[in-house]
């Protein structure tokens, strides 16, 4: 046996990849495709907690938060997931989640009047609860308090919140004053001036999602993948690949980095100008706001990808869940010193399970390029939404055939089914999904004279999220 067999026997015995049914191959793919689809946030995220900034007219503050938080984003990412794959040994991404950050960027930051500076240290006290939370047990505890009626409805209903952030990123789906939404508008091929409009992305994500799928149904490894390289190429003519993209500035970023981001944590600054009852009641009510939605969009998340992988044990608990629970924990944690918002395991984890990827070795794989992004975060920008969009509209349709296990035949399970399944994309928010699903099956079950199958546990969740809507404002 040569070195290079040796090495690959390790890591087969390492992360159980035969045992799983697949191979390093598949697991490279699988790692290369989770972070295709999620790598949008290193663009984004930054942008997000600068906006505040540029809004208040302080450029110059915008730019260096920008940079820092750039920073901060690829090592909180590679911390996480890094976890997930030699801790956890799961195929699961986690990187700065969209939401939270514009909680963080909006509510607390613009609407609360706190700097960025501040705001990390109530993403620090939410990640410090969360390890202790999993260390007890809490959180597994919370995972199983939720009933069925709920639980199996999460992975349809994470299918369809996927597919509405591919339809939007893809531009097939636009905003529309009289009905909320409606699709692109396909005869507004070209502007007056000739320029290609929206409708561009449109199509490149139409032929993505065409290729994935006919790749896929000729049992073709890296459908995906390949999907996502054919949408970028198709959308260089139709001027939705910006080839120009490039930002070779990594010296500013790292200077900035250490000015404003790295273990910049304004504590003193949260106490300034309050009476200390007024500071620290906001603060509690910051932290519980930050962590119940990260806690259950992270739950979601997990028990979603987890059901799509086949990680789930004979009485339907998720393999390895504390420790994937963990990590998730400690990375929210260091993504604070580090000069992000909360870093949440991601739902684009699913796209590299639809590749094939069932092990930590798919993790391993996303972190290393979540760490090569500080370096090739250039040629990383040139993949347009539109390109990664038929990979999130895909695996909607994977995770959305779920649904066929979802009970419709009685009402108070219907509803509660229904309603985690709608909340999710038509408010844009796995944790809503799940908070709307737990009231209404408690609800149901209490007014039906059922009330013995309500868990303790569900019903304080239940009154939580109802304390929480009526009087924790979330952006």
């Not at 045992?19 to 490279?28: D, N, Q, R």
């Not at 952030?165 to 939404?181: E, Q, R, W």
């Not at 992000?340 to 798919?362: D, F, K, L, Q, W």
Request: glycine letters at 10%.
């Amino acid at each position: 046996m040569n070195n290079t067999e040796a090495k690959r026997g390790r890591l087969d015995t390492f992360f159980g990849i035969s045992k799983a049914g697949s191979s390093i191959k598949i697991e490279v793919l699988a790692g290369i495709t989770t972070f295709i689809t999620i790598a949008y946030i290193l663009i984004l995220n930054p942008q997000v907690l600068s906006d505040p900034y540029h809004i208040m007219g302080d450029a110059a503050m915008a730019g260096k938060i920008a940079n820092g938080v750039f920073i901060g984003t690829c090592l909180g990412s590679f911390i996480g997931t890094i976890l997930c794959a030699l801790f956890a040994k799961v195929p699961f991404a986690q990187a700065p989640g969209m939401g939270l950050n514009a909680f963080f960027a909006y509510t607390v930051v613009l609407g609360m009047g706190y700097s960025y500076n501040q705001a990390l240290v109530i993403v620090l006290i939410s990640g410090i609860f969360f390890i202790v939370i999993t260390a007890v047990g809490l959180r597994e505890a919370i995972i199983r308090s939720i009933p069925p009626a709920v639980k199996l409805a999460i992975t349809p209903g994470i299918g369809l919140f996927i597919t509405i952030i591919g339809l939007k990123n893809a531009g097939l789906v636009v905003g529309n004053p009289a009905t909320l939404v409606s699709m692109v508008d396909f005869a507004q091929w070209r502007s007056a001036d000739g320029d290609l409009k929206l409708v561009g992305g449109a199509v490149v994500a139409l032929i993505g999602l065409i290729t994935i799928g006919v790749l896929h149904a000729r049992k073709v490894k890296g459908s995906i993948l390949i999907g996502i390289a054919v949408a970028t190429v198709v959308g260089i003519p139709l001027g939705v690949t910006n080839l120009s993209s490039f930002d070779l500035s990594l010296g500013a970023k790292f200077a900035d980095f250490a000015e404003v981001s790295f273990f910049k944590l304004d504590v003193g600054g949260l106490f300034a100008g309050k009476s200390m009852v007024d500071a620290v009641l906001t603060i509690i009510m910051l932290v519980i706001s930050f962590s119940l939605v990260n806690m259950f969009d992270s739950i979601g998340t997990l028990m979603g990808a987890a059901k799509q992988s086949g990680m789930i044990d004979e009485n339907g608990e998720v393999i390895r869940m504390k420790q994937a629970l963990m990590s998730d924990a400690i990375s929210t944690t260091a993504g604070s010193v580090l000069g992000t918002s909360t870093v949440t395991t991601v739902v684009e984890s699913s796209a590299g399970i639809a590749a094939g990827g069932r092990t930590g070795m798919t993790s391993l794989v996303t972190a290393l390029f979540f760490l090569g992004s500080l370096i090739f975060a250039p040629v990383v920008s040139i993949v347009p939404g539109a390109a990664t969009a038929p990979a999130l509209i895909f695996v909607g349709i994977l995770m959305l055939s779920n649904i066929r296990d979802v009970d419709f035949s009685e009402m108070s399970n219907a509803l509660p089914s229904f309603c985690t399944i709608i909340f999710m994309p038509f408010t844009y928010s796995i944790a809503n999904g799940i908070a709307m699903g737990l009231i209404m099956f408690t609800v149901i079950k209490l007014l039906t004279g059922q009330w013995k199958e309500i868990k303790v546990l569900t019903w304080i969740i239940a009154v939580v999220f109802v304390l929480r809507y009526a009087f924790m404002t979330l952006g």
